[in-house]
């Protein structure tokens, strides 16, 4: 049997590892279409901040090291096309196009940047000072620029988790920043009631932040680059020495377009759980395809953890086997100078779109006894379903060492599980002074909310 995996980043080489563990003597190629197979995007920031030296040390694991599980890799080669019928790959390398016969085809070519409609993104590139970061490709043009040509400030367009990091990053080199968002707030997966304390959190370092800002176009002038925007009804303008433009990303779903798959929600590539796409004898997975979500049903959630499990899935699967992916409810989290902010599961628009009936309420609780040294509190807002006692979701903000990344991974299992709000009262937590309280933050917030949603004698 012959395995095809296309996509060096977290689905296919997820897949591809998993199918060779569970047969050692499947035949497994990986196409690539870069030369840098499974390297950490998620930690590009921290290699422009310098926390993270050199910048091989992003890869999870070397080419030799895939190679030893026994894969073929194929790099610096596109997919091109696929033979559904004929069960070939065609694919483009340096020496011309070419097939590849498979058995199975699992395809994780995930996505591309988006523009947002931005005039000018699609024309400037790295040579203009205008950068993306969403490939190794892009992290060495960035670091090129920055090493020659010295610039003292930067435009991020974008607040959301990649700007926000790398905001921090490029102050860490001594560029003066100004971050640009759309929407009210910085962090849009936060309510603005604990988003902004990541603002606040953004202005101490020195970012200058400006919301309801809508870039309309980026260009390049013999002076510099012009950002032209509009914030709360006028025309505003912005120059730098360099523009990051982070505003999100779309699928990128061509390859299986063609092939005769079904586009869905984001038009990602629709998927199963089993992640079959319809068409015989082909997989995918990653950021290029739908996310089941447990709470909300299908949607497009594009995030590196979810990508890893749907790609083992796929992996599985394309063996013979029957294996689901159980869904996702959104965990997600960010490092934001000194401050960290996750979230999981629902918000309360999220919640009323999807039938539920919510409320929310906030509170803040020390990470540990406030009597031993070093306390630091935490914000903690929780949404659960008024009708069921349901926990729909929760976001935390808190100080770095607040363990507030474990904390919002105790509500995400809550979620998984479906416990009420109240049953996370009765959850056997660990407790030592130095390190949290005999009700720890995560029950005090639920307790919180449960006093301002119970209904009026409910425990007569």
């Not at 979230?343 to 803040?364: I, N």
């Not at 991974?409 to 599980?417: H, M, N, S």
Request: glycine share 10%.
């Amino acid at each position: 049997m012959h395995l095809v995996a296309i996509g060096g980043s977290d689905a296919g080489i997820s897949a591809a590892l998993r199918a060779r563990e569970l047969d050692p003597d499947v035949d497994v190629t990986v196409v690539v279409a870069d030369s840098y197979p499974n390297y950490s995007i998620c930690g590009i920031p921290y290699f422009f901040s310098g926390d993270v030296k050199p910048w091989q040390s992003l890869a999870h694991r070397t080419r030799a090291d895939l190679e030893a599980t026994g894969m073929r890799l194929r790099l610096d080669t596109l997919a091109t096309g696929i033979d559904v019928a004929g069960r070939q790959l065609t694919v483009r390398d340096e020496r011309g196009e070419s097939v590849i016969d498979y058995d199975e085809l699992i395809v994780g070519t995930g996505a591309l940047p988006a523009y947002a409609g931005i005039t000018g993104l699609d024309q400037l590139g790295p040579d203009d000072g205008v950068h993306v970061i969403h490939s190794m490709g892009d992290t060495f043009a960035l670091d090129k620029h920055l090493t020659e040509r010295d610039p003292r400030s930067a435009i991020i367009i974008g607040a959301g988790y990649v700007g926000l990091e790398m905001a921090e990053g490029f102050t860490a080199r001594g560029i003066a920043v100004t971050q640009l968002q759309r929407g009210p707030e910085v962090l849009s997966t936060l309510d603005p009631e604990l988003a902004c304390l990541v603002h606040a959190e953004l202005i101490e370092h020195g970012v200058v932040v400006d919301t309801n800002t809508t870039v309309r176009a980026v260009e390049k002038t013999a002076t510099g680059l012009i950002v032209r925007a509009e914030r709360e009804g006028q025309s505003v303008t912005y120059t730098a020495d360099l523009v990051l433009a982070v505003v999100g990303v779309r699928p990128n779903t061509s390859l299986l377009e063609d092939a005769g798959a079904t586009l869905g929600a984001g038009r990602a590539v629709v998927v199963d759980e089993q992640m079959r796409t319809g068409v015989p004898h082909v997989f995918a997975a990653g950021d290029g395809v739908v996310t089941h979500h447990r709470l909300l049903g299908v949607t497009y959630l594009p995030l590196g953890t979810t990508a890893h499990k749907q790609g083992r899935i796929a992996g599985e699967n394309a063996l013979g086997a029957s294996a689901r992916f159980a869904g996702s409810v959104g965990t997600q989290v960010v490092k934001v100078f000194d401050v960290v902010a996750a979230r999981t599961g629902l918000r309360d628009h999220e919640a009323v779109a999807a039938g539920y009936s919510p409320a929310s309420a906030q509170t803040v609780a020390d990470d540990h006894k406030r009597y031993y040294p070093g306390a630091q509190p935490i914000s903690i807002r929780i949404t659960g379903d008024t009708d069921s006692g349901l926990l729909l979701g929760a976001q935390l903000v808190g100080r770095l060492g607040t363990e507030t990344a474990k904390r919002v991974d105790i509500y995400a299992t809550a979620l998984f599980a479906g416990l009420t709000v109240d049953q996370i009262s009765d959850l056997d937590l660990s407790y030592t002074p130095p390190l949290g309280s005999p009700w720890d933050a995560v029950q005090a917030a639920t307790q919180a909310w449960s006093r301002a949603n119970q209904p009026i004698g409910a425990l007569a």
